[in-house]
């Protein structure tokens, strides 16, 4: 076992928590079991009606939405169960949407490949180039360090009026069909999991991240995209970008805690400080329940709606065994 945590707690989860904690203990925390037993549990993981559900909701080819059925909510839930990559039920669902990227549009491989990186997909050629080419446009932001993100009174005199007093971003962060150039939530994602391999690309989304932890975008309102194709602006809100919100605050510094120019902010030590107030005599977490929000037909990566680790939500202590898992995870995540 890592000694990543005090080990008391790290034991009364294992002994205490349901299937997919205890599998996601094994995959992340580092609790050893011998190669039989770790396959057993897998296993009983891959047959629990949550995780049959999840990948009975790939029925349809839509990937974009709310839905449990829309393939990214489908996706992100079962990374959260421990699914990757490899893993044949896993595979039989995921690959046609690694297969059909070379037919898609840009604009739709910002959405798919974030998810198919967190499952491991990452070594496939059309995902590597998506997000490389990705990278290289939020870097250049990055660099410039610009925060000046909408258009002027002066600047916007070609929108209709009815958008005028609305925040529209400036066109140098608008590039067409490679989207909005600004972090979203999807590229923090992709951040968040891509396994770099050289030094140009951790060094990049160092500064990437640098650039989104600055409070001056984190305290962004959010704003809108003007398409001068339709004359009208698309909505690109603040949850749209790569932005703190009470919403999915665990998932957020889940997400930026293994990066130091994140940890360093105060909104994430203030994050923390928050979570340390629900810490129980024992030494284990007991978050409120909106922090660990499991709501059907919700987006995951919008809302953190799909916070949920299989847990029976009728127990008494499911808060306390998903509370304590989530805070074990974020520690680790700090140490990388």
């Known amino acids: 076992m890592k000694n990543h945590q005090d080990d008391e707690t790290v034991t009364w989860l294992f002994a205490n928590a349901g299937l997919i904690i205890r599998w996601r203990m094994v995959k992340d925390l580092g609790i050893e079991l011998p190669k039989k037993k770790r396959a057993e549990l897998l296993g009983e993981v891959l047959a629990t009606d949550e995780v049959i559900r999840w990948l009975g909701n790939f029925r349809k080819r839509v990937f974009h939405g709310s839905k449990d059925t829309n393939a990214e909510n489908a996706m992100a839930k079962l990374v959260e169960y421990g699914l990757h990559a490899g893993i044949p039920e896993f595979d039989e669902k995921m690959l046609p949407y690694v297969e059909r990227l070379d037919r898609l549009r840009q604009r739709w491989l910002r959405t798919e490949c974030p998810f198919l990186i967190a499952a491991g997909y990452h070594t496939y050629s059309a995902v590597r180039k998506w997000f490389l080419h990705r990278l290289d446009s939020l870097h250049k932001v990055a660099l410039?360090?610009?925060?000046?993100?909408?258009?002027?009174?002066q600047g916007n005199h070609h929108i209709p009026k009815a958008w005028r007093n609305k925040p529209v971003y400036r066109p140098e962060f608008w590039l067409g069909d490679d989207g909005l150039t600004l972090p979203t939530c999807y590229d923090l994602y992709a951040l968040a999991h891509w396994p770099c391999s050289t030094s140009d690309e951790e060094e990049k989304i160092a500064d990437v991240i640098a650039y989104l932890s600055d409070?001056?975008?984190?305290?962004?309102?959010?704003?809108?995209?003007?398409?001068?194709?339709?004359?009208?602006?698309?909505?690109?809100?603040?949850?749209?970008?790569?932005?703190?919100?009470?919403?999915?605050?665990v998932l957020f510094i889940e997400l930026t805690a293994r990066f130091p120019a994140a940890r360093r902010m105060p909104w994430f030590q203030e994050a923390l400080d928050d979570f340390e107030q629900y810490r129980t005599e024992d030494g284990r977490y007991c978050f409120p329940s909106e922090y660990l929000k499991e709501k059907r037909n919700s987006y995951y990566i919008?809302?953190?709606?799909?916070?949920?680790?299989?847990?029976?939500?009728?127990?008494?202590?499911?808060?306390?065994l998903?509370?304590?898992?989530?805070?074990?995870?974020?520690?680790?995540?700090?140490?990388?």
């Open 144 to 153: 410039r360090g610009d925060y000046n993100l909408y258009l002027s009174n």
């Open 215 to 249: 409070p001056a975008f984190q305290s962004t309102v959010g704003g809108y995209i003007w398409n001068p194709n339709i004359r009208r602006c698309h909505a690109a809100g603040r949850d749209y970008l790569a932005c703190l919100n009470p919403e999915r605050v």
């Open 302 to 320: 919008y809302q953190g709606a799909h916070m949920g680790l299989g847990e029976n939500r009728r127990s008494r202590n499911w808060r306390e």
């Open 322 to 336: 998903e509370s304590t898992f989530r805070m074990q995870n974020i520690k680790r995540l700090m140490t990388m």
